[in-house]
């Protein structure tokens, strides 16, 4: 019985200490809540993209390097309205089309660089929705306020053969990916 009441009396002071305790914790803490908006500042992330002719190989046949190095390429310019660097990614997005060419059979030269075929180039992220595969053309930076034209231009490779190219489409997309930094 009397251990009953050393442990009553126990529990009863441990109660009682709890609650003096947690009572002077809310009524000594302090809560600060905001009230104002917070405010993010992330810089410029703005260029401005404008496109020069369309390519078109409708109604086309296999050429040679020298015949598709003639072709007028389609020309897109950037320029980076920003006060710092941009890193720019360039990718050629291969489109979902029915009875398409495939990227071993199409050419391209980029910047007047020297002909190659498209599968040539590393695989990259795909950006489009509707894109099957993408291609890293190249890699560049854009200083601030610069302006960069880059020019492109596809054919179909000269060793395929008019059946192996005909009633095929090739539907492709230029992807500028802008990004901070150098």
Do not use: H
């Not at 703005?46 to 003639?70: C, H, Q, R, W």
């Not at 489109?95 to 910047?111: D, E, H, R």
């Not at 890293?136 to 034209?149: F, S, Y």
């Amino acid at each position: 019985m009397k251990n009953k009441k050393i442990l009553i009396s126990s529990i009863l002071v441990l109660i009682l200490i709890l609650a003096v305790v947690g009572y002077s914790y809310s009524k000594w803490s302090v809560t600060k809540e905001q009230t104002n908006v917070n405010v993010l500042n992330v810089g410029c992330l703005e260029t401005t993209f404008t496109e020069k002719n369309v390519i078109s190989l409708e109604d086309t046949y296999p050429i040679s390097d020298a015949e598709g190095m003639n072709l007028t390429p389609v020309e897109y310019t950037i320029t980076n309205k920003c006060n710092d660097t941009k890193k720019l990614q360039l990718n050629l997005e291969i489109l979902q089309s029915i009875n398409p060419l495939t990227a071993s059979q199409v050419k391209y030269s980029f910047n007047g660089q020297t002909p190659a075929l498209i599968n040539s180039l590393t695989s990259s992220t795909k950006t489009l929705s509707n894109a099957t595969a993408s291609y890293l053309i190249g890699n560049d930076t854009l200083e601030t306020g610069a302006t960069k034209t880059y020019s492109l231009r596809l054919w179909i490779d000269e060793k395929e053969t008019t059946t192996s190219a005909s009633n095929k489409t090739f539907d492709t997309k230029l992807v500028f990916t802008t990004s901070y930094g150098k």
